[in-house]
């Protein structure tokens, strides 16, 4: 059986610091209130101030569902447990898993992975998972061939895209020196 945690300092981060830092954007919110029934132009910044804790804490509000901070993968089944403020256990049988999404299979390796069962249940798991890259190598070994072949064709397109990108790029360096 294979164990997969968090370490100490990412699990206190992804746990809790959008509490603070929520507190403080509030109390930055009612003075930026007090202060715009003085000065209309305070609206903006408290505006934005309201987007950006709107955004964390949809966020955050995610992660604490989704997010188990100990799973254990043994043979062909993955228990998922240790979610925030809940008692919640997830087994999950690895080949059942239909799908793969986010984090490098979407281009952006510092965003999370999602992985969707048949019966719906989705987990996420941030790449700072200790042995990340231990625990992808075992889901990927273990899904079905099709979720792996699309899984694998994600990242092609994606580097395709990249060097495509990049090809351009260097032939309009290319195109700009000439002139």
């Not at 945690?5 to 959008?18: D, M, S």
């Not at 256990?89 to 069962?117: A, E, M, R, S, V």
């Not at 895209?161 to 290319?174: A, Y």
Request: proline share 3%.
């Amino acid at each position: 059986m294979k164990t997969f945690t968090y370490p100490f300092i990412a699990k206190l981060v992804y746990r809790y610091a959008n509490i603070p830092v929520s507190l403080l954007l509030v109390f930055h919110l009612m003075f930026l209130l007090v202060g715009a029934s003085y000065e209309l132009k305070l609206l903006l910044p408290a505006s934005i101030n309201i987007i950006i804790l709107y955004i964390m804490n949809r966020y955050y509000i995610k992660m604490y569902k989704l997010f188990p901070y100990k799973i254990e993968i043994e043979k062909e089944r993955m228990i998922c447990s240790d979610f925030f403020m809940s008692k919640k256990k997830l087994n999950i049988q690895l080949t059942d898993i239909i799908n793969i999404d986010g984090g490098i299979f979407t281009g952006n390796p510092t965003k999370p992975i999602y992985l969707t069962d048949i019966d719906g249940n989705t987990i996420g798991v941030n790449q700072h998972l200790k042995n990340y890259n231990i625990f992808l190598t075992t889901i990927l070994s273990s899904v079905k061939k099709e979720v792996y072949e699309t899984s694998l064709n994600k990242i092609n397109k994606l580097k395709d895209k990249q060097l495509n990108s990049l090809i351009m790029r260097l032939l309009n360096k290319s195109k700009k020196s000439k002139n």
